[in-house]
Structure formats: C-alpha cells, structure tokens
C-alpha cells in the first residue's frame, strides 16, 4: 500500500502576498464549475478519464492558434494564468460538478423527493498545488520560488525556507517520493505543506500464529494496551497514565469555567491552552502504542470503533476526549503503517461494560472510575478488562470469516454469548477455541 505524508513549512514575512493568487485560483475554479455546469450532458457526462475533461474544458475555453474561436476565453479574463494551475482548477471543478450531479440525481431518486436539494458547488475554500518548474522551482537548499499573482501579474518570488525545516524533512523523508507542494493559508500565517508518497508492505500472517495489541482509550488512563494470541492468552500488558499532562488539562478547564461563570464569552486563549495539553496528550499517547506494538512485535493493533463523524456532546472533558480518541487512532494508523502493522477496529459497544471473564456486567467504583467489580467480588481495572474484550473480539470476527456457516452455527448453539458482537468477551474466544479444536 501507499501512504503519504505532510510537513508544514512556515514561509515568514508573506502575510498578505499570497491572497491574489490564490483569490484568482478560486475564482478560476469557479469559472470551470460554471462552464462544466452548463456543457454537461453535451460534453462531460460520459467521460471515464481525468484527463478528458481537461481536453473538453480546453477546447470550450482555451483559444489556440489552431483553435482561434471558442464559446468562452479563459485567457481574457485570466491573463498569464499558469496552464498547470489551469488544469488543476479543472480537474477540481469537473470533480464538484460530478458530485454535485451524482447527489442531484439521489435527491430525485428519493421519493417525495425528502430532504433539501443539494447546492449548487462553488469553489469554496480551496488552496492551489504548486506543481514543479511552472510554479515551483528549488534554487537553493534552503531557497525556492514560487509563480504568484502580485502586481497585477504572475511573476516569480524568492521564499526562503527555515533551516530546521529543511534539515527534518532531509533527514526524514530523504527515502520517500517527493510530491508537489500546496500553498496553504491557517489563520493568518502561511505555509508550504510538502507530501511525500512511500509504499509499503503489510505481511500477511496465518491467524493462529497472529499476535494482537488490544488498545482502550480510557479518560482516566491516557490508554491501556494488552497483547494476546489467537487462543486468547495474554502475553503483555502496559499502561500510560500521564498524570501530569492530565493535571495540566483539568486545570486548563477549571480556568474556563471559572471564566464562563464570570460571564465571558469569548476565550480562545484559555482554550487554545486546552487543546495544546490535549494534542500533547495524543501525541505521546500514539506514540506509547506504537512503541509497545514494536516492543512485541504484533502484527495487529486492534482499537474501538468510534462514531467520530457527529459532535460530542456533554462535558467539556468528554468532547476533548471524544476529539482525542479521533486524532489518536488517526496517528496510530499513519504511524503503524509505516512500520508493516495492521490496524483494525472493532464493535466499541460494551468493551468496557462485560467483565473478560464472562460473569456479566461490572459495577465501576463511584470514586475511582477506571477500577470496577466483577459480579464475583473481584476487582479489576476496567480498561484492563476492556483491552482484552478488543483484543478478543478481533480474533472472533476473524475466525467467524475463515471456517464455514455450518460450523460457526454449531460454535454459536454451544456458545451464545459469540453470536452478537456486543456480548462477545475475551471468555468467549476461550471456549470458541475450545469447540474449534473439539471439531
């Protein structure tokens, strides 16, 4: 497989230099959108191929010695526009256009036609590539330039990139294809996101000799991870706690209340303070599970499948939480990736809820939230306890698509319990085993 990555440059002293370009940019895009918006049925419907629309775009718009007369001319009202950036805009125009047309058609289809009818595509927030020696050029090693719009025309700027900047990148991505960059606006400051590709191989491991690493994001514990075999035993346990980080975090949200409670609205100091402890959090958490997934060298981490596409609601605590858990397992993929790990995710519900040992649902201690008690009397950690349920539901899932219907019916009659993927717990896997090697 093939995974790319981002790294930001800061490009100082160009605080309002960029604005025209890509002011420009957008407003061609736009115009494409247009054109391809009323050429559709006649020109753009039936293309299979990127490069078509590019070829029917052109001949519509793009006057030419050979072609001296179209129905539009680009060039009148967007004069020296780079062609690379032209075809650019074309490609993201066809792509709106095409969507926009695509979601039309499922508006129609849908009967009483419910809902809104989509809008009509616009340009929107987009930021132009900057493709090589039409509107990038490296100089120097520490020096490039960049085709802008400035002064009324497109002409070439000498950007000097910082010096840490280039030495990371050489150190780090000196091995991976380098891509082209995207000229790219956050807030007020502006960069230079450079991306670069690299491919790499995921073993494929029989399932019986697989080993897993079950990870649960916990708010108490920055996360809990365990490492289990195909026949359910645990080999390893670690746990991050990051007390001082979460100290940190706690205090950061006391001092918004307090400030709500005093009637302020606007506070994105304080929260900008909230969500640097709660991104060095997640940081250091991906980074825990990556190490401990190489330090017994599994071949899959297994994590929660978590509805992150809504917005948290409820306590300020719970929605950073929420946020972490995306930004945590979204690192941990990249990061595992890299190094030829398997992630995958399974059913969240109930994990935390079903003791591992199979005797039912816990009761969590009022006072201390990440310990409960087993039906038994036993006390346990129960993100420990959620860990091995992840883990186990993992090989579950896998052994139920690797042996037969009528085999897995036969395991199902004797254990109940694997039938749902909310009951399942790491005693299930156990006797799972146990009928599989019976069979």
Not at 260 to 288: C, Y
Not at 298 to 304: F, H, P, S, T
Not at 357 to 386: E, H, I, Q, W
Request: glycine share 4%; charged share 25%.
């Amino acid at each position: 497989m093939e995974i790319t990555s981002t790294y930001s440059v800061r490009l100082h002293n160009f605080n309002r230099v960029f604005d025209d370009t890509v002011e420009v940019y957008r407003n061609a895009v736009d115009f494409f959108i247009e054109l391809t918006m009323t050429h559709w049925e006649s020109h753009f419907a039936n293309l299979s191929q990127a490069n078509d629309c590019i070829r029917a775009a052109e001949s519509l718009s793009v006057r030419t010695i050979k072609r001296p007369m179209t129905t539009y001319n680009f060039c009148q009202d967007f004069e020296k526009f780079p062609c690379y950036l032209r075809r650019a805009a074309i490609k993201t125009a066809y792509g709106q256009v095409s969507s926009y047309q695509t979601r039309l058609a499922q508006w129609k289809a849908k009967h009483g036609q419910k809902g809104r009818q989509p809008g009509l595509p616009r340009a929107g927030r987009i930021f132009p590539v900057m493709y090589r020696d039409n509107t990038f050029v490296r100089t120097g090693r520490n020096c490039v330039q960049l085709k802008v719009r400035i002064r009324n025309t497109w002409d070439w700027v000498d950007v000097a990139l910082d010096k840490h900047d280039v030495n990371y990148i050489a150190l780090h991505c000196a091995t991976r294809k380098e891509l082209c960059p995207a000229l790219r606006k956050r807030g007020k400051k502006w960069y230079l996101d450079f991306s670069f590709s690299e491919k790499v191989t995921l073993d494929k491991v029989s399932l019986d000799t697989q080993l897993v690493l079950g990870v649960d994001l916990g708010i108490n514990n920055a996360c809990v991870c365990s490492v289990m075999d195909s026949k359910g035993t645990i080999i390893g346990r670690r746990f991050l706690k990051l007390s001082k980080e979460q100290d940190s975090l706690e205090r950061a949200l006391q001092h918004i209340k307090k400030a709500q409670s005093n009637g302020a609205t606007h506070m994105p100091g304080l929260w900008a303070r909230a969500n640097g402890v709660n991104e060095d959090i997640s940081v250091k958490t991906a980074n825990f599970i990556v190490e401990v997934a190489n330090e017994f060298k599994v071949d899959v981490i297994v994590m929660e499948h978590l509805d992150l596409s809504s917005r948290k609601r409820g306590f300020r605590r719970q929605r950073l939480h929420h946020w972490r858990a995306k930004y945590v397992q979204q690192m941990v993929e990249y990061k595992a990736h890299r190094c030829g790990i398997r992630v995958r995710r399974v059913c969240a519900w109930n994990t935390s809820k079903l003791a591992f040992d199979g005797t039912g649902v816990v009761t969590r201690d009022p006072d201390n939230y990440s310990m409960c008690t087993f039906k038994t009397g036993k006390r346990y950690s129960c993100d420990l306890s959620a860990s091995y349920n992840i883990g186990a539901r993992y090989f579950l899932m896998e052994y139920e698509k690797s042996i037969s219907v009528t085999k897995w019916r036969h395991i199902t009659a004797k254990v109940p319990e694997c039938a749902k993927r909310i009951t399942r717990t790491l005693d299930t896997l156990t006797r799972v085993c146990a009928e599989l090697r019976s069979l």
